[in-house]
């Protein structure tokens, strides 16, 4: 297991920005993927972008353009820049980790909300 702490949510107008930050515990050898999902009330847990140990990424189509994920390995810590966001971003972010012998493993959450 990895032991995941985000930090940066908060309440934001639309058109503003916000760094979500993941803080990761283990050695980012054996994570393959990092990952930043959301979930607002009332739906599911969805990606909301993910970056391989690699460094390839993949986006859901509603944040192309506007949000950016990156890793530091180095400092164990994994980034979501959000830019343009809009009201219908407002949810609650949790950091993933993902590795073949460990699984999945989640952080607990922050809240962003996105004010029209």
């Known amino acids: 297991q990895v032991q995941l702490l985000e930090s940066g949510g908060g309440l934001v107008q639309a058109g503003g920005s916000l760094r979500l930050s993941c803080a990761y515990s283990r050695n980012s050898f054996s994570i393959n993927t990092m990952g930043w999902y959301r979930q607002a009330p009332g739906k599911q847990r969805d990606l909301v972008a993910r970056?391989?140990?690699?460094?390839?990424?993949t986006y859901a189509d509603s944040v192309k353009g506007r949000f950016t994920i990156s890793r530091d390995s180095a400092k164990n810590m994994v980034y979501l820049q959000m830019n343009s966001l809009k009201p219908e971003d407002t949810a609650v972010y949790y950091c993933?980790?993902?590795?073949?012998?460990?699984?999945?493993?989640w952080g607990k959450g922050t809240l962003v909300t996105v004010s029209s």
């Open positions: 993933n980790a993902w590795g073949v012998n460990l699984g999945n493993s």
């Open positions: 970056v391989t140990r690699s460094g390839s990424t």
